[in-house]
């Protein structure tokens, strides 16, 4: 069967949730923000419902339980962060480079991630199962690719599907200097980092389309509900010797 074209494609309903792992809090300006804008308006000028969110914005428990309230925390606005995040059918996981790796608020949002995990979607499989992840890192010092890896295994291994050329960033030159928004700093015309961030929208809607249309990450051999029943999709006796 011939692979859908994206002419044929409607992102119209698709959402897409971003998450600005910068350090600063709003209205700061946020160079991971500025090329975030760029993936942004093509996915909105293609009807992609599109949302931002600041983690360091919102009162979030350190921890890798899906409510922190449960475990000593007086409050933790994770639950209620997590209910946009099932309804998205596109994660971005966005964040500047520090001392050559991701931001401890990227690593927050990764930890609390995985903290719903283990929860199932309509099939039984893993919640994550047909949602589509990639990555965007900004900083002036390098590490992208260091730091793209890490968020791209951390989304596959919870259970996302990651597109082609998933990823896309901006440093300048090696030590202290501009970041991408400041002036003179090239980011904004850099040809590669807009070519990337291109590249990695149009992946990002192309496979969230066609799992769509597909009604989802195909169930079959991968659904944890029926292992814990008994089922064991051909995996071999394991008393076989």
């Known amino acids: 069967m011939d692979t859908p074209q994206w002419q044929d494609a409607d992102y119209t309903?698709?959402?897409?949730?971003?998450?600005n792992c910068t350090l600063k809090r709003s209205p700061e300006t946020s160079h991971t923000q500025g090329l975030i804008d760029v993936s942004t308006a093509i996915m909105e000028k293609h009807g992609v419902e599109v949302e931002v969110l600041r983690p360091?914005?919102?009162?979030?428990a350190t921890g890798v339980?899906?409510?922190?309230?449960?475990?000593?925390?007086?409050?933790?606005?994770?639950?209620?962060i997590f209910e946009r995040v099932r309804a998205s059918d596109i994660l971005v996981i966005a964040g500047p480079i520090w001392l050559g790796d991701n931001s401890s608020v990227t690593k927050q949002v990764i930890e609390r991630l995985y903290a719903m995990s283990a929860m199932k979607n309509g099939r039984g499989q893993y919640i994550y199962y047909g949602k589509v992840g990639g990555t965007i890192i900004t900083g002036n010092e390098d590490g992208i690719k260091h730091c793209a890896s890490?968020?791209?295994?951390?989304?596959?291994?919870?259970?996302?599907?990651?597109?082609?050329?998933?990823?896309?960033?901006?440093?300048?030159?090696?030590?202290?200097?501009?970041?991408?928004?400041?002036?003179?700093?090239g980011g904004p015309q850099n040809e590669f980092t807009q070519r990337n961030t291109t590249f990695m929208t149009w992946n990002l809607m192309h496979l969230a389309w066609m799992l769509r249309k597909a009604g989802g990450f195909p169930a079959g051999g991968n659904e944890r509900t029926k292992w814990d029943q008994g089922a064991n999709f051909d995996h071999p006796n394991p008393e076989y010797r």
């Open 13 to 19: 309903g698709l959402r897409a949730m971003f998450f």
């Open 65 to 80: 339980y899906p409510d922190m309230t449960e475990h000593g925390w007086e409050s933790d606005a994770w639950p209620e």
């Open 56 to 60: 360091i914005d919102h009162d979030i």
């Open 150 to 185: 890490n968020i791209l295994y951390s989304l596959q291994h919870l259970g996302c599907s990651i597109p082609p050329n998933a990823d896309a960033g901006w440093i300048g030159e090696a030590g202290p200097g501009p970041s991408y928004l400041d002036p003179n700093s």
